[in-house]
């Protein structure tokens, strides 16, 4: 039976590429998105960084597993959002692990 939910959300761990000396290093943060559906919504038609970057700030609900240069965890605001949403590595991530959950995509054969 399938179940409709007025405000669908969801969890995921994101892996993010972050660029490093020769190549990159795997980082893994847990994001919490909301489900769009709206107009203006179809995260198939995004162009632009700026239309990206809109798109996951309005999808992007929660975020975990963030530290600051010290180690120390980072609690989740719309000025961390803003931030983590700043780096194009990190932004990629957010949207490739959100079309994947939302579609159900798998990577490889």
């Given at each position: 039976?399938?179940?409709?939910?007025?405000?669908?959300?969801?969890?995921?761990?994101v892996?993010?590429?972050?660029?490093?000396?020769?190549?990159?290093?795997?980082?893994?943060?847990?994001?919490?998105?909301?489900?769009?559906s709206?107009?203006g919504?179809?995260?198939?038609?995004?162009?632009?960084?700026?239309?990206?970057?809109?798109?996951?700030?309005?999808?992007?609900?929660?975020?975990?597993?963030?530290?600051?240069?010290?180690?120390?965890?980072?609690?989740?605001?719309?000025?961390?959002?803003d931030?983590?949403?700043?780096?194009?590595?990190?932004?990629?991530?957010?949207?490739?692990?959100?079309?994947?959950?939302?579609?159900?995509?798998?990577?490889?054969n």
């Amino acid at each position: 039976m399938f179940k409709i939910i007025q405000n669908p959300e969801f969890t995921h761990a994101v892996p993010v590429q972050v660029p490093a000396d020769g190549g990159h290093r795997e980082e893994v943060l847990k994001a919490r998105f909301r489900v769009l559906s709206g107009a203006g919504d179809d995260v198939f038609a995004l162009r632009t960084n700026e239309e990206i970057g809109s798109f996951l700030a309005r999808a992007v609900v929660g975020l975990e597993d963030i530290v600051d240069d010290d180690g120390a965890p980072v609690p989740y605001s719309d000025a961390v959002r803003d931030q983590v949403l700043a780096l194009p590595y990190a932004r990629t991530a957010l949207l490739r692990t959100y079309i994947a959950a939302v579609t159900k995509a798998r990577a490889g054969n």
